[in-house]
């Protein structure tokens, strides 16, 4: 990170952890392990290639034809609680999402909040826990005024429909848990390669039992994905040049991680 405050009266050391110019880093960033041929460094993209952004997955029969998702929207580091503008129901969606919707909007207000949309997710046995639900909400809004409108409800319930096939898919014991290795394939197949030290990082802070079964649940798992994906869009918005580096002032760091502690 640069454009951190310079502020060192010592003379020594180096302003919040930054290492000595002399420091070198993996060539591939992310965690990739080294291909062979693979172009140099800052040429190639540090992304694992799928045949779709995991924001925009393929839509279930009966689903609107527009994609969603697509990435997070190139925003300016504003207020994470700006309000959130009015939308309205993709044309094509199911009429049973948008039923969905108006049951849990009691109010008539175009809007519900997380509770509201714990419970409506809880209707279709998509059980998750307010945390969850609010990085669900989060980074379809890019708010934290956790409340999310007719098109963010539509794009959650299609993305979450997709996601719960792929952690079946790599569920392969049927166990109803993901282990280490069936979790890095998971996200290898979102386009996500990390580091053994992030898995090992990632299994512990989501599996259930503090890392001692090394294994995560579905609800888990999509928190998890949500994380990684989340951090890793926010930093592809500065990384524009897909080289694996990026700058950030102090303010926009914390702007970016701190939605996803306090969620």
């Known amino acids: ?18 290492p000595p110019p002399s420091q070198s880093y993996p060539s591939a960033p992310y965690g990739a392990p080294p291909q062979q041929g693979q172009q140099p460094h800052g040429q190639s993209s540090p992304y694992a290639p799928v045949s779709a952004p995991y924001s925009a997955p393929s839509a279930p029969p009966g689903a609107p034809t527009q994609q969603y998702g697509g990435g997070y929207p190139p925003a300016p580091y504003g207020s994470p609680f700006a309000s959130l503008m009015p939308s309205a129901f993709p044309p094509g969606t199911d009429p049973s999402v948008i039923a969905c919707f108006q049951v849990a909007d009691q109010d ?9 949309l714990q419970r409506a997710l809880s209707s279709y ?19 934290n005024t956790r409340k999310i409108g007719p098109k963010e409800f539509t794009q959650v319930f299609y993305s979450l ?5 792929i952690f079946e898919r790599f569920d392969r014991d049927r166990s109803g ?3 280490s290795n069936e979790l890095r394939e998971a996200l290898l197949s979102l386009g996500f390669s990390v580091s053994p030290v992030v898995l090992e ?28 994906k989340g951090l890793t869009e926010k930093f592809k918005e500065k990384d524009t040049s897909f080289s ?13 991680v701190l939605p996803f502690l306090i969620a």
Not at 125 to 143: A, D, E, I, K, W
């Open 244 to 256: 694996g580096s990026a700058t950030f002032t102090y303010e926009s760091f914390m702007l970016t």
């Open 1 to 18: 990170m640069s454009n951190y405050p310079h502020h060192n009266p010592s003379g020594a050391g180096y302003p919040y952890g930054q």
């Open 201 to 228: 990082l990632l299994v512990s802070k989501f599996d259930k039992s503090g890392g001692k079964n090394k294994a995560i649940e579905y609800d888990n798992f999509i928190e998890c994905c949500l994380t990684v």
């Open 177 to 179: 848990k993901i282990d």
């Open 108 to 116: 008539g207000s175009g809007f519900i909040d997380d509770k509201e």
């Open 161 to 165: 429909q997709s996601w719960r096939a």
């Open 125 to 143: 046995n998509q059980s998750f826990g307010l945390r969850t639900v609010h990085l669900l909400m989060y980074l379809f809004t890019n708010t």
